[in-house]
C-alpha cells in the first residue's frame, strides 16, 4: 500500500514555465519534507513542514515555493524553472520532529526543457 | 567542511565478502543518525538507525563514535542484491533538520 505518493512521476517543463509537484501522505505523519536531489549527490533539502509551520532551508532559492493545504498533501511550486532545476524531487514524511525515520515518496524526475 | 562527508567510493565487492563504510559528521549536538538504502532511480529508504551502543541486524552493524564523530556500517556475507547507494543522514540538533552526505556505491559482484 502506497503510503507516500507523488504525482506526476516524471515532469516535463519548458523553461520558465511554472511547474506544480504533488505529495500526499496515508501516514498521518506532522512533518512533511521535499528534497532535491541531482544525480550522484545527496538529497538537498528545500523545505519541511511540522505540521503547519513552515521552515525553509537558508539557501534554498526563491523560485522555490511550498503550500500545505492540510495534512495529508503537500506540494512544490517551481515559479519560473531553470535549466539547473532539473533533478528529481522526493517528498518524504516523518511522524514527528527530532530525528524521526523519514518515509519517501517514490519521486517525481523533472526535466526543463 | 560538508556536515556529513562519506566514503566516495565506489566498492566493488565479490559476494560474501565483508565491507565496511564510514561517515563523519561535523555538528556535535548532532543526535540521531541513520542509514539509509537507494537504489538507482528509487527513493532512499531506512537501512537501520545506529544507536550510541551500536546496533546490529543480520549482516548488518552500525556503529556511533561520537568522540572521532562518525558512524560506520559493516556488510558481512555480501549479496549480490545489497549493490546499492548507502546514504548516511544525521539529524542535527535535534529538529527537523536531516542532513544526508552523498551516499557510498556499493556493487556486489558475483
Known amino acids: 500500500d502506497a503510503m507516500v505518493i507523488q504525482n506526476p512521476r516524471y515532469q516535463v517543463t519548458q523553461f520558465g514555465k511554472p511547474v506544480t509537484l504533488s505529495c500526499s501522505q496515508t501516514?498521518?505523519?506532522?512533518?512533511m519534507y521535499w528534497y532535491q536531489q541531482k544525480s550522484s549527490q545527496a538529497p538537498k533539502l528545500l523545505f519541511h513542514?511540522?505540521?503547519?509551520?513552515?521552515?525553509n532551508e537558508a539557501d534554498t532559492p526563491d523560485n522555490f515555493q511550498s503550500r500545505r493545504p492540510n495534512t495529508s498533501f503537500c506540494f512544490l511550486d517551481i515559479r519560473s524553472p531553470g535549466l539547473g532545476d532539473a533533478a528529481m524531487y522526493l517528498c518524504?514524511?516523518?511522524?514527528?520532529?527530532?530525528?524521526?525515520?523519514?518515509?519517501f515518496g517514490p519521486g517525481t524526475r523533472l526535466t526543463v526543457l | 567542511r560538508k556536515e556529513v562527508e562519506q566514503d566516495p567510493g565506489p566498492f566493488n565487492v565479490p559476494e560474501g565478502a565483508t565491507v565496511a563504510f564510514n561517515c563523519t559528521y561535523s555538528?556535535?549536538?548532532?543526535?540521531?543518525f541513520f542509514w539509509y538504502r537507494q537504489d538507482c532511480r528509487k527513493e532512499p529508504k531506512l537501512l537501520m538507525s545506529?544507536?550510541?551502543s551500536g546496533n546490529e541486524d543480520g549482516r548488518f552493524t552500525a556503529q556511533l563514535n561520537r568522540a572521532s564523530q562518525y558512524i560506520s556500517l559493516l556488510i558481512r556475507d555480501s549479496k549480490l542484491s545489497d549493490s546499492a547507494t548507502y546514504l548516511c543522514?544525521?539529524?542535527?540538533?535535534?529538529?527537523?533538520?536531516?542532513?544526508f552526505g552523498a551516499g557510498t556505491r556499493l556493487t556486489v559482484k558475483p
Open positions: 518524504a514524511t516523518s511522524r514527528e520532529a527530532g530525528g524521526d525515520e523519514q518515509f
Open positions: 501516514l498521518n505523519h506532522n512533518v
Open positions: 513542514y511540522y505540521d503547519k509551520d513552515f521552515n
Open positions: 555538528n556535535s549536538a548532532s543526535q540521531s
Open positions: 545506529v544507536y550510541s
Open positions: 543522514v544525521v539529524n542535527v540538533d535535534n529538529n527537523n533538520d536531516m542532513r
